[in-house]
């Protein structure tokens, strides 16, 4: 019974050095995969085209959200059935722009962004600028439909 106990214990720490060195080699392979691409983003980054596309892309998710915004207020002041859909385009702005807010909040507040954040952001260009887009066409027809159903009155006002 003893050297089956042994046996079963050396094969237990075979396993646990094994599964050690692939941690090791599994993390130096990320850290190597994490240092190239900081490496071929971070000049990308340098270049103002992409930060002032960042700004304005950052710029016109904030005017969109203020104008959700105002649209959600409205519809809860009328007690408009579309109130779910805006909330989940809210919800989804939110999800496609956090790196640009997360980043706006840290350049406004003066710290230095991270290569990650950096990285972050170049990736989350494209679809935050198309969910903006988006979410700019609901609220255009959120506010139309509010329109319709309020008697005009709100088309005056937020035009």
């Known amino acids: 019974m003893g050297i089956s106990n042994k046996k079963t214990r050396f094969k237990h720490r075979g396993r646990f050095k094994k599964r050690v060195l ?13 240092s190239a691409a900081h490496s071929l983003v971070v ?23 203020g104008d959700l ?14 109130l779910d859909a805006l909330y989940t385009v809210e919800e989804q702005l939110n999800d496609a722009c956090s790196p640009l807010q997360e980043a706006g909040r840290r350049h406004i507040e003066g710290e230095q962004l991270s290569g990650l954040l950096q990285i972050a952001v170049y990736g989350a260009l494209d679809s935050c600028a198309a969910k903006s887009e988006e979410v700019a066409y609901y609220v255009r027809m959120a506010r139309s439909y509010s329109a319709k159903m309020t008697g005009g009155a709100q088309a005056a006002a937020w035009n």
């Open 22 to 34: 692939a941690t090791v080699v599994a993390m130096a392979a990320i850290g190597t995969s994490v």
């Open 43 to 65: 000049p990308m980054l340098i270049d103002e085209t992409i930060e002032d596309r960042a700004a304005a892309v950052f710029t016109y998710q904030n005017q969109v959200s």
């Open 69 to 82: 915004a105002q649209t959600i207020v409205e519809a809860e002041s009328h007690d408009l059935p579309l």
